[in-house]
């Protein structure tokens, strides 16, 4: 009997599932923990609309450095190196920022997480795919990119579960180095596994008309930096901050770069690379839509959404109030105004004055009640970080029913082609937002806390959207790119995706500007039909590559 997937596909699923695990678990506790008070739990108390700008930045870059990473990947290093140079960088950045509390050394800690992602998350996507390059498996490589994605998400639904573990029994550190270790056992997986996928992993000859090292260094590479420089140092902030223009003007020489890419193809690649080139820019749009989980969504749990577990009324602590599983004292909690921001003086400390946690602005009237008539009484609440759990649980339980589904399609001959799917994905991601919209109707616009189960249901039909779109977005390039640019047109995907991270902390700092947020979530739908749009306006030409390569 022969088998439908190649040995080195579970040591990969393993390899991966324990990075993301580290990676998520930061993207997690980030927000959370930047605009945490210095005075309370030792976070680096800053203000809701700079944490939601830092993270897109970070979230960007880890996205954007696959670009050079891919290309050393391809000509310099291999992909094992390269996946070991990344895996032990990001494990020192997840360990560093546990370890300092120094505000520049947290930056370079998220530096070195920034550099290693860029060696290690196109490698390990293109390895996988040359897997997938041989017979018999070449035909289940879409069904391998989706097993390989739900293995993403295992580590991403359950380091939430440790990050809450960790922070409410240790702190901060203990749950970012958890991140730390958690990458390190990755390794050891991928060790153990070498033998299955070392013959996969050979560079590609230098052929003539070649992209060099030199080219990609003194035409993107220092461009990049030099525009970003005068980014940071322009007069004012064009796009809203000075790391927002930093991030854009650096992208100018690259995204140059790729444009170029398809102009000096060859003629039997041009038609490839451009419509690899097309996917990136609609996928962009989603990116900047999914990612909000750890910005708005973030912020929609813990300010929004009725997070308590249960009322205790017997034996409780004298004016101690639980949040998150740990005890303040009511008079030490920090301000809040009405839109739920805390307040801090010039020094990060939380401003103290009498009264209860802003989880306590908007509960319902009898919940209210209750807690008013019972002033010792203790509320335990689900830690904010567990509802980045959801969009893995789902990707974990539905991955199942969409490689299924897309398997009985082929058995009758009606399997979309990979564009097809990309773009069904951006419109049934639109409709989440459409969720949103009705969430924020239930609670009155922000006036009492609703349900979870509205995270849940978003959560759940944007990640049918994601299921269509990501992990067929990586099988799409490793179809359809030049044998000698797999891992460089690779890194033009997570290109793709670092612009619209930086978007996404664009958006989610809007947050407070709008007074009724269901125009927030409208303005995301929008931006989701939009591209939706340009995916249909391209889908017939898109669908025609695929059939002429031969997938």
């Known amino acids: 009997m022969k088998t439908k997937h190649p040995k080195g596909l579970p040591f990969l699923f393993f390899t991966e599932m324990w990075e993301r695990f580290g ?97 290690f998350k196109p490698t390990i996507s293109t390895l996988l795919g040359n897997l997938y390059s041989e017979e018999p498996y070449k035909a289940n490589k879409d069904s391998g990119y989706n097993i390989f994605y739900m293995g993403i998400n295992i580590g991403a639904f359950i380091c939430n579960l440790i990050a809450a573990f960790m922070r409410n029994k240790y702190g901060w550190g203990e749950a970012f180095i958890t991140a730390g270790v958690g990458m390190l056992i990755g390794m050891v997986i991928f060790t153990i596994g070498r033998k299955h996928y ?6 590609k000859p230098v052929q003539e008309g070649d992209t060099k090292l030199s080219e990609i260094l003194m035409k993107v590479f220092l461009p990049a930096i030099l525009f970003g420089v005068v980014g940071w140092f322009v007069p004012g902030s064009i796009f809203g901050s000075d790391s927002t223009d930093a991030f854009i003007f650096a992208c100018v020489p690259v995204i140059y770069f790729y444009g170029s890419l398809y102009f000096k193809a060859k003629p039997n690649e041009k038609a490839a690379i451009g419509a690899l ?18 910005t708005a969504l973030t912020r929609w749990a813990n300010y929004y959404t009725d997070r308590s577990v249960s009322t205790s009324l017997e034996k409780p602590l004298e004016k101690i109030y ?12 920090p301000v809040y105004d009405d839109q739920y921001q805390s307040q801090k003086d010039k020094n990060g400390k939380a401003i103290k004055e009498q009264g209860k946690d802003v989880y306590f602005k908007n509960i319902s009237p009898e919940k209210r009640a209750t807690l008013e008539a019972n002033p010792e009484s ?48 951006l419109f049934i991601s639109a409709l989440s937002c459409l969720v949103m919209v009705l969430a924020v109707s239930a609670g009155e616009n922000g006036a009492v806390k609703v349900s979870p189960w509205w995270l849940v249901a978003s959560y759940g039909v944007i990640t049918v959207g994601e299921l269509c779109l ?11 790119s030049p044998a000698r640019l797999t891992a ?48 249909l306006f391209m889908l017939k030409r898109l669908n025609r590559i695929m059939k002429d390569s031969g997938h």
Do not use: C
């Open 23 to 119: 990676y998520y678990l930061i993207l997690g506790i980030f927000v959370l923990y930047v605009i945490e008070p210095t005075g309370l739990k030792g976070g680096l108390g800053l203000p809701d609309k700079t944490a939601d700008d830092i993270f897109g930045t970070y979230i960007a870059l880890t996205y954007l450095t696959p670009f050079i990473g891919g290309f050393l990947a391809d000509r310099v290093l291999g992909y094992i190196k390269s996946i070991y140079l990344g895996g032990f960088l990001m494990a020192a950045g997840y360990i560093g920022m546990g370890v300092f509390k120094d505000l520049t050394l947290f930056y370079s800690s998220l530096a070195l997480i920034i550099i290693g992602n860029g060696f």
């Open 198 to 203: 070392i013959h996969a992993a050979q560079m």
């Open 277 to 294: 080139l097309s996917v990136f820019m609609i996928s962009m749009f989603f990116w900047a839509v999914f990612k909000q989980n750890g």
């Open 322 to 333: 639980m949040v998150d599983g740990k005890g303040y004292e009511t008079k030490e909690v």
């Open 378 to 425: 203790k509320l335990f609440l689900y830690n904010t970080e567990l509802f980045q759990s959801i969009n893995p649980f789902w990707v974990i339980a539905l991955t199942p029913v969409i490689v299924g589904f897309w398997a009985f399609l082929r058995r009758k001959g009606k399997e979309p082609l990979t564009p097809t799917k990309i773009v069904l994905g």
């Open 470 to 480: 990501s992990p067929m977005g990586l099988s799409f390039v490793s179809k359809l």
């Open 488 to 535: 460089l047109m690779m890194g033009g995907f997570f290109l793709a995706n670092s612009v619209g991270n930086k978007l996404s902390g664009i958006l989610a700092s809007t947050w407070y500007s709008y007074e009724n947020k269901s125009n927030y979530f409208l303005v995301n739908f929008g931006l989701l039909i939009f591209a939706t749009i340009l995916g």
